[in-house]
Nanobody, 126 residues
Framework: QVQLVESGGGLVQAGGSLRLSCAGS????????MGWFRQAPGKEREFVAT????????YYADSAKGRFSISRDNAKNTVYLQMNSLKPEETAVYYC???????????????????WGQGTQVTVST
């Protein structure tokens, strides 16, 4: 089992940047593929980005491609989400999640992730 804690959220103007971090503890961090998801008020949770156990494979939602970057530092038990050119419609609670069953390609489905952090609020103002 792994415990996840997100940080780095906050208020940013449209076009600005934020870097989210997710620190894991409890099990070897490199045992998990890691993902970022977000949920806006009144909407379903949606996939943002994911990264394989060793960091060699990444996938992004179409809306995130070219602006967001996911990375991980297994020595620090941390995964990051660099978000640039943020838009007001990206205001949401951002969650990191861990998938212990990933074999090679990380999964983009929320249902594949067993462990979730409590989320960090990102608010993008106009």
């Amino acid at each position: 089992q792994v415990q996840l804690v997100e940080s780095g959220g906050g208020l940013v103007q449209a076009g600005g940047s934020l870097r989210l971090s997710c620190a894991g503890s409890g099990q070897p961090f490199s045992s998990y593929a890691m993902g970022w998801f977000r949920q806006a008020p009144g909407k379903e949770r949606e996939f943002v980005a994911t990264i394989s156990k060793r960091g060699s494979i990444t996938y992004y939602a179409d809306s995130a491609k070219g602006r967001f970057s996911i990375s991980r530092d297994n020595a620090k038990n941390t995964v990051y989400l660099q978000m640039n050119s943020l838009k007001p419609e990206e205001t949401a609670v951002y969650y990191c999640a861990a998938d212990p069953d990933s074999l090679y390609n990380p999964d983009v489905r929320a249902s594949a992730y067993n462990y979730w952090g409590q989320g960090t609020q990102v608010t993008v103002s106009t």
